[in-house]
C-alpha cells in the first residue's frame, strides 16, 4: 500500500473521517494493518473465514482471515461465509464512527447474508484496527 494513502487513512480514521472514496483503500489498509499488528494476528489466529461487503449491489470487497493472516480485495469473491450489504451512506458512517454495526442492523440498514456472529466478527476487526491506529501513530 502506497505509503501516503496509509498515512492519509489513519489520519481520517483519528479523526472520525470517512468518505466513500475511501473504501477500497480502507479495506485494503484493514488487511494491512491487521498484518502488521501481532496483538491483532493473534486475535484471529483461530479464524478461518470470508467477508464479502456489498455496498449498494454495486461496489463489492472481501476481507478473508486465514488463520491469523489477513487479506482483502475489490470485487466479489466465491464461498464467502457471510455478506454485508449496505447503502453507501451507512458506510460512511459505519467506517467513520457515526453509526455502530449492531445498531444499523437492528434498524434495517445494514443486511447480513449468513451467521450474524460472523459478521460482528468483521466488526470486532474494524475496532482492532482503529484502536491499533490509535494507540500507534
Not at 489498509?29 to 470470508?50: G, H, M, P, R, Y
Request: charged share 30%; hydrophobic share 40%; net charge negative.
Amino acid at each position: 500500500m502506497d505509503e501516503n494513502i496509509k498515512l492519509d487513512l489513519i489520519n481520517k480514521i483519528k479523526k472520525g473521517l470517512f468518505e466513500i472514496e475511501d473504501f477500497n483503500n480502507f479495506i485494503e489498509f484493514l488487511a494491512v494493518i491487521c498484518n502488521e499488528s501481532d496483538e491483532i494476528k493473534q486475535e484471529l489466529e483461530d479464524e478461518n473465514l470470508t467477508i464479502q461487503l456489498a455496498i449498494e449491489h454495486s461496489i463489492f470487497a472481501w476481507i478473508k482471515v486465514d488463520s491469523g493472516n489477513i487479506s482483502a480485495g475489490q470485487g466479489e469473491i466465491e464461498n464467502s461465509d457471510v455478506t454485508i450489504h449496505m447503502t453507501e451512506n451507512v458506510c460512511q458512517k459505519l467506517f467513520s464512527g457515526e453509526i455502530d454495526a449492531v445498531e444499523a442492523y437492528k434498524s434495517g440498514s445494514l443486511k447480513i447474508e449468513g451467521p450474524i456472529a460472523l459478521a460482528l466478527k468483521f466488526k470486532e476487526i474494524i475496532s482492532m484496527v482503529k484502536e491499533f491506529v490509535t494507540e500507534n501513530y
